[in-house]
């Protein structure tokens, strides 16, 4: 199994809703990141979880909330989200803290969750 | 703080014709990726590269890096309509003791028979 999953595909919410975007890898990798890209933007980076713990959060607003209950599942959890916080999640992930040749630390990325805040 | 240029942002070109899409940062890294997007769809890696004067080629896509000038390029040949995408560059930074990738905006191409 050589892929990132993610579900759902598409979210519409309204902003009192509370929501999860689900990401599952069976790769073996131990890094795993959460993006957020607007449209016509780069992907920017939201979180990133190293062997199961968060080592990385990009000063993101406390209604986005990740989750790594095991090695190979990552969940954020949204509540009281904004219209602007509408746009492509993307979740990826790769082999963390190792050394060793070319593409090892090769972030593969998920297809996304576009997410719509009403 | 890592900041990565791309450029052109927009390209426009005709099939067949040749075309280099620039990527340049600004502090030291190990590693620079490039990234092919298509409308509405998610990244799909092209290209990892590790060190200076790496050349990689699949296809019509040829990348190389040059780490003392911090300037990828990627190189596009006889380009054809199925090009046509974004392609955005990204470049490891180590923060915490993990990696981040920060990319550059992107190059939209449009490849026009």
């Known amino acids: 199994d050589t892929e990132v999953t993610q579900t759902p595909k598409h979210l519409v919410m309204g902003m009192t809703n509370k929501k999860s975007l689900k990401c599952e890898q069976h790769?073996?990798?131990?890094?795993m990141y959460w993006y957020k890209q607007k449209a016509k933007k780069p992907p920017e980076l939201m979180f990133v979880?190293?062997?199961?713990?968060?080592?990385i959060n990009e000063s993101v607003p406390s209604r986005f909330s990740p989750e790594c209950p095991n090695s190979s599942l990552l969940n954020l959890h949204l509540h009281a989200l904004q219209p602007e916080d509408s746009a492509l999640y993307l979740c990826?992930?790769?082999?963390?803290?190792?050394?060793?040749?070319?593409?090892?630390?090769?972030?593969?990325f998920g297809p996304g969750t576009r997410l719509t805040v009403l | 703080e890592l900041k990565v240029e791309q450029n052109p942002l927009f390209l426009s070109m005709q099939e067949g014709k040749n075309y280099t899409i620039y990527c340049n940062y600004s502090t030291t890294s190990d590693r620079l990726y490039w990234y092919r997007q298509d409308p509405g769809k998610s990244l799909e890696s092209l290209f990892v590269?590790?060190?200076?004067?790496a050349v990689k080629q699949e296809g019509r896509l040829m990348a190389s890096l040059d780490t003392k000038a911090r300037l990828s390029t990627l190189h596009i040949t006889a380009a054809v309509h199925d090009l046509s995408a974004t392609y955005f560059c990204a470049v490891e930074s180590n923060q915490g003791g993990s990696e981040k990738l920060v990319f550059g905006k992107g190059t939209k191409l449009t490849v026009n028979p």
């Open positions: 590269l590790l060190s200076n004067g």
């Open positions: 790769m073996g990798h131990r890094a």
């Open positions: 990826a992930s790769s082999r963390d803290r190792e050394t060793g040749t070319s593409g090892r630390k090769k972030q593969f």
């Open positions: 979880y190293s062997y199961e713990k968060l080592s």
